[in-house]
Each structure stands twice: as structure tokens, then as C-alpha cells.
């Protein structure tokens, strides 16, 4: 007995029936076994001609956003070089909008401590606590770093410029998520935080953390090596401090460091040993 063959054409369209496709959608059939032929439509721009970018004068964008971080950097000079107490610095810093961290910060960290104190710290950025609270240094690391300044007989509360200190950072504003400041970041806020040294003028600095080092010395080697040994700080930025103007810093570890590396405590211990020394 001979078997006859379906059509594999016809058993297709018989299986599409039943799965219920039985209905055309187009008034002709189409052959998916063809080359398709692309077409170039007439409207699509040259790739060696693209549009402008045109940024609304009514947009929220900030000074580095519109003239790059070398216009911001210009204008956080000038506000900063014109500042003559720490009330006219704050208030500059305030009302300055060429950092864009700004506007997801809550509140401004310009100080705490007696501004006639010997000893300056000078740390990196806000945390979130310090964003909260609108002070440096007030979290668990500012916790420890107050036990560190205990041990050579600081402290940010005293009253006498003797043992009290002062304490700022090189932002004032958090950066999101508690990371690390950028480069430009750093920059921009640089004459700030120069003119702040400057209309406090303590005897000695404490750099806090790498970013604070490096900044402040302009340098570009890592906080393990600046660390265990004093620099002179001298402003770099134009305008910001009278000529001759310098001051013994020490580098250390950040306590927010410290709490992640606690072997590293004994290293702070000797740098704290050599303010100590300077002090006497």
C-alpha cells in the first residue's frame, strides 16, 4: 500500500487554524524567505552634523554645568577672597551655587569648635549625620575623633584657645550616598576652605584623611605616606591669604578610616604624639 504525503504547506496552515490563527492580516501574502530590502530614509540627520545642545535660561543648572569647573573655580575665588569675617565666608558659601551637590545636601556644614582655637581640623566631607545636624564631625567617626583630640587634651567645647579646637571640612555640603568627593568637586571648593584657614589662622592644622591632604598640600602621594611627618600649608589660590602665610599641618587617618582599619589607631596615636610636642 502506497502512503500519500500531506503538503507541509497545507499542514502548516493547518496547525495555525488550530492554534487560532485563522484570520489574514494583509491582502497579499508574504514570502519570509525573501532578502529583505532596506530602505535609507530622506530625514535622518547627517552623523557629521549634529544639533546643537541648547540649555534653557530658566533651567536649574549651576554654575559648572554652564561655564565647566575652571568658571566656578573663578567665581568661588572671588566670593571667597572678598569674605573679611567667617559670618561674610558662611554666607557666601551659602548663596555660592557652583557645585551641584548642593541641592541634594539638607543643610550646610561650615563649622563647630571655638574659632579662636590653636589646633584646626580640616576633614573632607559631610556625612549624613552632619547633613542632618549641620556640623562636622558629629557621627560615629566625629565620635572618635573627639576621643582622639581627648588624648592630647583638645577638645572642640573648651573655651580657651589653649585646648579648644576648630573644625571644618573641604566640602560643606554632603556629597550623595556619602561618596567620595570628585576631583572638581575638591577644586571648586578649594578657595573656601583656604579663605576659612585664613580668617581663623590657627598655630597648627590636622588634615584629616587623604582627600583633606592631598587638597590642602597640593600633592599627589597617598595619606600612608604624607602621614608621620608635618607639611607647611600654604593658600594656592590667588588673593586668599597674605604673602608669607603659612602653618605646620600633620596628616592623618580619617576616624571613619580608623573605625574600618582599627590597627591604623596606633599610627594616628604617633601623629597625635607630634602635635602634642609642637603644643608644649
Known sequence: MTLALKNPYLAALEWQIAQGADEGIADAPVDRTLTPVLTIADDVPSMSSPKPRVVSKSADVSIADLGGTAQAVLEATKLAA???TLE???AAIAAFDGLSIKKTASNMVFSDGHPCARVMVV???PGADEDRMGKPF???SGQLLDKILASIDLSRTDDTPEKAVYISNILNWRPPGNRTPSPQEVEISLPF???HIALVKPQYLILSGG????ALLRSGESISKLRGRFHDFTPATD???QAGFVIPSIPTYHPSYLLRTPSQKKAVWMDMLMLLEKLK
Open 138 to 140: 558629629v557621627g560615629v
Open 193 to 195: 576652605i583656604e579663605r
Open 82 to 84: 572678598s569674605c573679611q
Open 123 to 125: 576633614g573632607e566631607a
Open 88 to 90: 561674610e565666608l558662611s
Open 211 to 214: 582627600v583633606a591632604a592631598k
Open 239 to 241: 588673593g586668599i591669604a
